[in-house]
């Protein structure tokens, strides 16, 4: 454990740059030691967290659902390290929090694509005798819910993760072992490696966004080699359409013959 937090360092200064995102449930986070940027991440997060309420006959349970959005002004705290850094974000005097963990894996080459970065551990913790997204609770009280075997947001070292897809990570509580759904999307994310202040390195893009962005620029480029193939047909028509015209037109009217030359 001694060794993991000297490699993760001392807690550096963090900022919540919110309010300069251009979408209201995109949030912006910086981390930033010595004076430069070692951690930034952008994006927009709901968690949907089961809970149970009374029946109408106040003796069975019916399960509900709270959708809570991870709220602008939201107090953040970051590590960063050389192979492992970590972002907190809590809200609403800190009865939610949400950790993000990353770490940086790869073989000792000189080809630097064979570094890998990825989220490996989601943590967040609530109080269900919150009452802005919890109605009622039953047997209300804080709860813990963390990943499970996590490798996402894989990215080559260097490069920073986009995805504008909305993307789904489960959690599992520790007491009551329910599914916590975290949804994440219009993601950016870069927890190493940042060569500019304030600047994202190249984005590596999920496989939904390419996919997507393949949907969109295929019709485009159906369409322009459509577009190509009739102009080459009207082309190759008019070419022949000359060629003809040129040529000695031959009577069908053989009795005609006696009368050329």
Request: aromatic share 8%; with cysteine.
């Amino acid at each position: 454990v001694r060794d993991a937090m000297a490699r993760i360092g001392a807690e550096q200064e963090v900022e919540n740059l919110s309010g300069l995102s251009t979408s209201p449930e995109k949030d912006i986070f910086v981390v930033r030691d010595n004076g430069t940027t070692c951690l930034m991440a952008e994006f927009a997060a709901r968690l949907m967290v089961p809970y149970d309420v009374s029946a109408t006959n106040y003796v069975d349970l019916i399960t509900e659902e709270a959708e809570i959005p991870l709220a602008r002004g939201a107090e953040v705290r970051g590590k960063c390290g050389t192979t492992e850094s970590e972002l907190q974000i809590s809200w609403l005097d800190k009865v939610y929090t949400l950790k993000l963990y990353f770490v940086k894996e790869g073989h000792n080459t000189t080809k630097r694509q064979e570094a890998v970065w990825k989220m490996n551990k989601i943590q967040f913790v609530y109080d269900s005798s919150e009452r802005t997204y919890f109605k009622d609770a039953v047997n209300p009280g804080k709860h813990t819910a963390n990943s499970h075997h996590l490798s996402a947001l894989l990215t080559p070292a260097g490069k920073s993760y986009e995805c504008q897809a909305q993307q789904t990570i489960s959690l599992i509580t520790s007491d009551h072992q329910r599914t916590v759904i975290l949804l994440l999307s219009e993601v950016r994310i870069q927890p190493f490696d940042i060569s500019a202040d304030f600047i994202f390195s190249e984005e590596h893009k999920c496989p939904v966004d390419e996919r997507e962005q393949l949907e969109e620029t295929l019709p485009l480029i159906l369409g322009l080699i459509l577009g190509l193939m009739i102009v080459i047909t009207i082309c190759i028509y008019h070419i022949h359409h000359k060629l003809t015209a040129n040529q000695v037109q031959l009577p069908r009217d053989r009795s005609q013959y006696k009368h050329m030359g």
